[in-house]
């Protein structure tokens, strides 16, 4: 199987163009109507996804977003009150899920995290860990503790190297100590509602382990080394976007990791997608099926409202979802989603 387009970074365009030159790929909606999935449709909106912005202190090899330092994308105040009004409406939406780059770099973060708990909807931020050891960030741990936000932490695995290898040099220990600061007020602990979960993200072109089987190797190994504690191990397949798709054409991958991801298609996950119960924000405001979508610039159909100034809950929570081939990721083996593995 051969490609014949080099990805640009940052070119939406020229990432679909380089999804859609692998030579032999079965299209994914072609895929799906084998199947008798098509089209998916959502069949409920219980998530709204907030991506707060792309600056992140970290520019990790996996990241699909092609977070890091040198972006500038940040999600407005006045975007994030309209997510707000969205939330204070829409009372089947039970969760906001915030995520970035780093959220904790959004300097409007802690206000937002505070109007949402306090019209009762469960918040959780997928955190780097890392971003909490910032002089101007130390203070959130504690706030997140105050405001019962649930932590969403990666750690793409419990050795060092294998986790600087992936984030820099350093940022394994860094993310330990943030664990246990975490663990001290009371994350990851029984008796408690903090909810601290960690990720696992595949360290190059394979599709994660099982979920239960490395949960039990994190719990073990970060229990014994350090005395940390966590309520749940999250496996994510990492997407051919971003800088993980680069990452894949320097190691002579990328043509293998996407015929292994349609190899391993399965038709139970496809049925089980996250899609299907949330809508996901861009920075700007733009509405999207998922945060892979926004990646690609695939905004939600266009029978729907396209910005979270036109949100409508009726006409959302029964829309098609946009598809490409880049969904083979979440639907391999026993499927991928923010919440970790979908069948397994």
Known sequence: M????????????????????????????????????????????????VNVGKVCNLSCKHCHVNAGPNRTELMSRETLA???????GADSIKTLDIT???????PHLPWFIWEATSIGRKVMVRTNLTVLEQDQNMYLAGFYASQGVEVVASLPYYQGK??????????FDASIRVLKRLNELGYGQAGTHLQLNL????????????????????????????????????????VPLGRFLVFLQHSGNSARYIERLAGAFNPAAANRVMCRNQVSVGWDGRLYDCDFNQILGLVCSPDVPGHINDFDIKVLQNR??????????????AGSSCGGSITG
């Open 320 to 333: 098609r979802i946009v598809v490409a081939n880049h969904c083979y990721a979440c639907t391999a083996g």
């Open 82 to 88: 309209c997510c707000l009004e969205v939330l204070a």
């Open 199 to 238: 990720v696992y993200n595949p360290g190059g072109a394979f599709l994660p382990p099982d979920q239960q089987t490395i949960e039990a190797d994190y719990r073990r190994e970060l229990s014994h080394r350090y005395g940390i504690v966590f309520n749940q191990l999250y496996t994510m397949t990492n």
């Open 162 to 171: 294998n986790t600087d290898r992936q984030r820099g040099q350093g940022v």
């Open 2 to 49: 051969a490609l014949n387009y080099k990805y640009s970074p940052g070119d939406e365009l020229d990432q679909l163009h380089y999804l859609n030159s692998v030579d032999n790929l079965v299209p994914f909606e072609q895929k799906i109507k084998e199947t008798g999935l098509f089209p998916i449709r959502s069949d409920d909106v219980s998530v709204l996804q």
């Open 100 to 106: 970035g780059g780093a959220p904790e770099l959004n």
